[in-house]
């Protein structure tokens, strides 16, 4: 069965029940580390911040948004990971300099655009990706399988949007590429998360619950990446442990070509970074547990969330539920298969400077209220955006 990324707090609330606060920490498999300086917030009291990109202005953030602001019967529906209520409260934000920010608010600039969340407004999806593409910001709106109350933007459903100039207008339709297609021959289900732009005219979707890569072009989107099967321990099980792969994250990397983090259904150490051709879509290789990139690198990763190369070729990847804990970190992979790991809170996109200074989505399943994992456990802290140094 696909896997959307509506992921409830429940699920994880063992593993982020006692986050701190930004502390310093690292640690590495293959090699000593150097210590690095402590995590900056940014921005706080976001909405469920999840893609990173940069454009003209400065860093854009994707927040998926709180859902509804006041759940009830008409908009609320049982979804994979529980109620889920719709509204429109999603947004993008920008961070004009977000090398000299502190603890700032959102400045957003896109508002108005659909989510679903927990009737507390947490673990939301909606407006999860971003990118720049000729003075536009691209958005990439999730897709919700249930007809829509009266009063939401009902049209952004599923769509690859483009804001300009304060006006919002469609791209493309790219849930319908799997409810028409199918192209991974499994259950029929849309989830489109991430989005890059790779030219003028033309950009790519990840898909996570349809595995696999949209291309659009000039306004038409057609497949372009599917995504294999894998299975737990790195071996395809007939009774049941098949995972799908539920692709949430893209870069471009060395060579020109992409690079396309996984969720692959919580398991830890069995998702990886595919490396993709950006002219075919043919699958190159990938890092990961028998991996063809770093193949000494056997640690694997877990729950991937957000990818991004640095200047001199390092791989920094998100795992969600990662680390010694399973509170999230984020991961250095140096081009000599050297791998550091920092520990940040539910971490979601990426985005890195010319400075080699790391921005990150922290508590990327809060809204600006905070969430609360499940009764009773400490409140976690607002959505952010941390600036960290390895």
């Known amino acids: 069965m696909k896997r959307r990324i509506i992921v409830g707090l429940g699920a994880v609330a063992l593993g982020v029940g006692a986050v701190a606060a930004p502390a310093s920490a690292a640690s590495t498999s293959t090699s000593a580390a150097a210590t690095p300086a402590k995590p900056v917030v940014v921005v706080s009291g976001l909405n469920n911040p999840r893609q990173l990109a940069w454009g003209p202005h400065g860093l854009l953030v994707a927040e998926a948004g709180r859902g509804s602001l006041h759940p009830g019967k008409n908009n609320c529906f049982a979804g994979p990971e529980g109620q889920t209520c719709v509204g429109a409260t999603g947004s993008v934000s920008l961070i004009a300099q977000p090398g000299l920010t502190y603890n700032a608010r959102p400045h957003r600039i896109v508002t108005g655009l659909l989510s679903g969340a927990a009737p507390d407004g947490g673990s939301a999806t909606g407006s999860d990706g971003v990118d720049a593409q000729n003075g536009s910001v691209l958005i990439q709106q999730t897709y919700f399988p249930v007809q829509l109350p009266h009063g939401l933007p009902a049209w952004q459903n599923g769509k690859l949007l483009a804001a300009r100039h304060g006006r919002l207008s469609s791209v493309a339709n790219i849930a319908k590429v799997e409810l028409t297609r ?50 737990c321990g790195g071996h ?127 508590f990327s399943l809060s809204d600006t209220d905070g969430a609360v994992p499940q009764p009773g456990a400490p409140a976690l802290p607002p959505g952010q955006v941390w600036r960290v140094r390895f």
């Open 182 to 231: 199918n192209p991974d021959g499994l259950q029929v289900d849309s989830d489109p998360y991430a989005v890059l732009a790779l030219g003028r005219h033309s950009s790519l979707t990840a898909d996570a619950a349809a595995n696999d890569l949209i291309l659009v072009r000039n306004g038409k989107a057609r497949p372009f990446t599917v995504f294999p099967l894998h299975g």
């Open 236 to 362: 395809r099980d007939p009774n049941g442990c098949d995972q799908e792969s539920v692709p949430t994250s893209l870069a471009r990397g060395p060579g020109n070509a992409i690079y396309v983090g996984e969720l692959a259904h919580f398991e830890p150490g069995e998702a990886r970074v595919w490396k993709v051709s950006a002219t075919t879509g043919k699958i190159l290789g990938y890092y990961g547990k028998g991996g063809t990139i770093c193949p000494s690198d056997q640690t694997g990763f877990t729950t991937v969330t957000g990818v991004q190369f640095g200047r001199d070729g390092s791989l920094y990847v998100s795992e969600l539920l990662g680390g010694a804990n399973g509170q999230g970190d984020i991961v250095k992979i140096a081009p000599d298969c050297t791998r550091t790991s920092m520990a940040v809170p539910l971490p979601a996109g990426l985005a890195l400077d010319r400075h080699n200074n790391v921005y990150v989505s922290a």
